[in-house]
């Protein structure tokens, strides 16, 4: 079973595809997609297509082919610094555009999952008051993880500021590792017989 997680937002996309072999997890493939450079929500879906038509041929080419997509459910209610209807309407809509293009282009069958309800079930356990954000409790938990052993995140050297010179992760790397979180549940917990291509 091949499984590829999405972790969607208009700045950025995570994708991590994981395949089983009896009861071993691997990473197959990992990326992070920036989309802040490109200006406008139909540009930056067509430069998710370009790279997830990349992925799908590469696949082709190994023989290989994705049987499940799962997608992190979009947001459904106001979060704190999240402040306006426009920003939540705007990022549904791309959640939508991005999981119709992946659905349509892979076209197998497609499960939404709340993120939350995905964490526990896997193990993650978010520490409310610790002085880490969700997002690096999250990042932290998937870097250790047996299956992401190896793996190179990548980084970036700052180019100004107090901190010049110093090497950071890229930003998109919380991205990977929420796509990490929902491709590993679904790895986990979706048995493909009970799946269909309307599944949603």
Known sequence: MIAIGLDISTA????????????????????????????????????????????????????????????????????????????????????????????????????MTNVVSTRKQIGLKIEKKAPKTTKEQVFDWVKKHDTMVGFEWPTRILKGGPNKGKVRYQEYCYDIADSFVVAYWGMKFLKIHSLDENNV
Do not use: H, W
């Not at 995570?14 to 009896?22: R, W």
């Not at 430069?47 to 038509?53: G, I, K, S, V």
């Not at 590469?58 to 997608?71: G, H, I, Q, T, W």
């Not at 459910?73 to 209807?85: K, T, V």
């Open 12 to 111: 950025n996309i995570g994708i991590c595809l994981l395949q089983s072999s009896g009861d071993d997890i691997s990473l197959l493939y990992t990326e992070g997609i920036s989309l802040s450079k490109t200006k406008g929500l139909f540009a930056k879906a067509e430069f998710f297509r370009a790279r997830l038509l990349d992925i799908k041929s590469k696949l082709s080419s190994d023989n290989l082919r994705v049987d499940v997509v799962v997608v992190e459910e979009p947001l459904q209610a106001f979060r704190r610094n999240m402040s306006s209807a426009a920003t939540i309407s705007k990022l549904n809509r791309f959640n939508g555009i991005i999981s119709y293009i992946t659905k349509s282009m892979l076209g197998v069958p497609l499960v």
